[in-house]
């Protein structure tokens, strides 16, 4: 199970991931280039903005070989959904 939180501060936003295996904090602002890393290691740089007042898309590019990656999340009273894209592949998280 994974339990993610989100904190927000005006355009400044924190994301805390606690899994089993790890717990990652996350922080950016939103319009300003950031980079973050991924379950498996990959480095990623990438921006994120805030589509409407509950949904905010991110576009990164993986540093080691090039690659983009989409993520959106949309957050729904407590719940949120992300969708995001990898080398083509459409993921659903829950």
């Known amino acids: 199970n994974l339990e993610l939180t989100m904190k927000q501060e005006g355009d400044h936003f924190t994301m805390i ?5 790890r717990t ?5 602002t ?5 980079q973050g890393d991924l379950a498996d290691g990959s480095v990623m740089k990438g921006t994120y903005t805030l589509e409407t007042p509950n949904r905010f898309v991110g576009m990164f590019t993986r540093v080691s070989d ?3 990656m989409v993520n959106s999340r949309e957050v729904d009273g407590d719940e949120m959904l992300q969708v995001g894209t990898d080398s083509g592949q459409i993921l659903h998280l829950y």
């Open 17 to 21: 991931e606690k899994s089993a295996f």
């Open 24 to 28: 990652k904090e996350t922080s950016w």
């Open 30 to 34: 939103m319009g300003q280039e950031f």
């Open 66 to 68: 090039g690659k983009e």
